[in-house]
């Protein structure tokens, strides 16, 4: 697993190669996952790439690394890597959500709103911060102090950032002020 990490790149097909390898056998998807939470190992980015499209197909293999996860997030320092752990976020809170999803313990989600809001009150790459921001909205619906606090964030943030991210806290603020 790890030379196959190693030797992916950014692209598409790269990504989806390795996760497929990974879903495929249950020790190839730990190691996968022990190298992505390794902060210290620059590789930890390239298995954060193919981490976000396994936990967008088969998000119920991801369950026994939730705990790790949370503990991990707020360590992530990298933009090549924090794009797809908050994207993983989303892809938590939103199955969370739902009847037959995952279920989050509460301290699990309070340390997932913790990180994510830390995420949109630091100097974040845009695509981070959305996903971040779709994260809160979903937690939302469970706290209504996260919308409050999503609000006052973004709209002091709108100004500061590009045409991208006004765009996606322009459509958020809508849902909020309904």
Not at 31 to 55: G, N, P, Y
Not at 84 to 100: C, D, E, G, Q, V
Not at 115 to 130: N, T
Request: glycine fraction near 2%; hydrophobic fraction near 40%; charge should be positive.
């Amino acid at each position: 697993m790890y030379q196959k990490i190693e030797e992916s790149t950014c692209h598409v097909a790269s990504r989806k190669m390795v996760s497929n390898f990974a879903m495929k056998d249950e020790n190839h998807l730990k190691e996968m996952i022990q190298l992505a939470f390794d902060t210290k190992d620059e590789l930890h980015i390239k298995a954060f790439w193919s981490l976000d499209l396994v936990c967008e197909k088969k998000l119920k293999q991801f369950v026994p690394y939730i705990e790790d996860f949370c503990s991990v997030l707020p360590k992530i320092k990298d933009d090549s890597a924090l794009r797809p752990a908050t994207k993983i976020a989303f892809f938590l809170t939103k199955s969370n959500h739902r009847k037959n999803g995952i279920s989050l313990t509460q301290q699990q989600e309070h340390n997932l709103i913790e990180a994510l809001i830390d995420r949109l009150i630091q100097d974040e790459k845009v695509a981070a911060k959305v996903y971040a921001m779709k994260a809160l909205f979903v937690l939302g619906k469970k706290y209504d102090w996260v919308h409050e606090e999503l609000k006052t964030i973004i709209s002091q943030d709108y100004s500061n950032h590009s045409a991208a991210y006004q765009a996606a806290t322009r459509n958020l603020l809508k849902k909020l002020n309904k």
